[in-house]
């Protein structure tokens, strides 16, 4: 996708919800929740919580394509079970720095919902970190995205329960929650450390909690380990823009 205006960081402009969104020139990944959240009081959700953060804290990652002012997003990893799988398709405007989205299908929010965007500035830090990558694990599937200055990451287990209803339940709210990881923020490296601020994230006991990291790069593989900030975990990722 040459000169492809998408490409790049783009925080939300809403009174009522903060986030990242950042397409390369294939994969996207966009996590949003509400501005002015609060951190819950607990090492875990309650199911309250869960279903609260499930209902109110959308993210999504993946491929995607364009077709004039239509972009279809398929999902690789996404919050809520019920939506795995299901395209997204919105159609967009770009006015100078500002993108606006409007739902057309296969959206989280009713058809018609509208979100505004603002491009933000990009630094060549030289990170070997940016561009696109995706999870290599047999349990798991995910994309995490760097710019110079930004990252979104969105993963899933592979295998997940649907809710029974049109609606979650709190316990099948807290079992989502828990089967999907997405954190968006800003980024600084030092050596083999990262360190990720949190703008918007899915787990409400993880709300402006920085994540520290270790990680290494050989090739087109990254091999990353929680050293702070997050549940305990390895994992490695598979460069793919």
């Given at each position: 996708?040459?000169?492809?205006?998408?490409?790049?960081?783009?925080?939300?402009?809403?009174?009522?919800?903060?986030?990242?969104?950042?397409?390369?020139?294939?994969?996207?990944?966009?996590?949003?929740?509400?501005?002015?959240?609060?951190?819950?009081?607990?090492?875990?959700?309650?199911?309250?919580?869960?279903?609260?953060?499930?209902?109110?804290?959308?993210?999504?990652?993946?491929?995607?394509?364009?077709?004039?002012?239509?972009?279809?997003?398929?999902?690789?990893?996404?919050?809520?079970?019920?939506?795995?799988?299901?395209?997204?398709?919105?159609?967009?405007?770009?006015?100078?720095?500002?993108?606006?989205?409007?739902?057309?299908?296969?959206?989280?929010?009713?058809?018609?919902?509208?979100?505004?965007?603002?491009?933000?500035?990009?630094?060549?830090?030289?990170?070997?970190?940016?561009?696109?990558?995706?999870?290599?694990?047999?349990?798991?599937?995910?994309?995490?995205?760097?710019?110079?200055?930004?990252?979104?990451?969105?993963?899933?287990?592979?295998?997940r329960n649907l809710p029974k209803g049109d609606q979650y339940t709190p316990e099948e709210a807290?079992?989502?929650?828990?089967?999907?990881?997405?954190?968006?923020?800003?980024?600084?490296?030092?050596?083999?450390?990262?360190?990720?601020?949190?703008?918007?994230?899915?787990?409400?006991?993880?709300?402006?909690?920085?994540?520290?990291?270790?990680?290494?790069?050989?090739?087109?593989?990254?091999?990353?380990?929680?050293?702070?900030?997050?549940?305990?975990?390895?994992?490695?990722?598979?460069?793919?823009?």
């Amino acid at each position: 996708m040459a000169n492809n205006p998408l490409v790049g960081a783009w925080e939300r402009v809403s009174d009522s919800h903060v986030g990242v969104l950042i397409y390369t020139g294939s994969h996207y990944s966009a996590v949003m929740a509400p501005k002015d959240r609060q951190r819950s009081s607990g090492e875990r959700a309650t199911p309250d919580e869960a279903l609260a953060a499930l209902n109110s804290c959308p993210a999504l990652a993946g491929t995607y394509t364009v077709s004039g002012s239509r972009i279809t997003q398929i999902r690789v990893a996404n919050t809520r079970p019920n939506l795995s799988g299901r395209p997204a398709v919105v159609d967009y405007t770009i006015d100078g720095d500002t993108l606006t989205s409007t739902g057309v299908s296969g959206g989280a929010a009713a058809p018609g919902a509208v979100n505004t965007w603002r491009r933000l500035p990009d630094s060549d830090t030289g990170s070997p970190l940016i561009g696109a990558w995706e999870l290599v694990d047999d349990a798991r599937q995910g994309v995490l995205i760097y710019t110079g200055t930004h990252y979104a990451v969105v993963q899933m287990q592979k295998e997940r329960n649907l809710p029974k209803g049109d609606q979650y339940t709190p316990e099948e709210a807290l079992e989502a929650l828990y089967t999907c990881g997405a954190l968006a923020g800003t980024y600084t490296v030092s050596g083999g450390t990262l360190t990720m601020e949190r703008t918007a994230n899915t787990r409400p006991e993880s709300v402006g909690v920085t994540a520290v990291w270790e990680f290494t790069v050989e090739g087109d593989v990254m091999k990353g380990r929680v050293v702070s900030g997050s549940a305990a975990d390895e994992a490695t990722w598979r460069r793919v823009s």
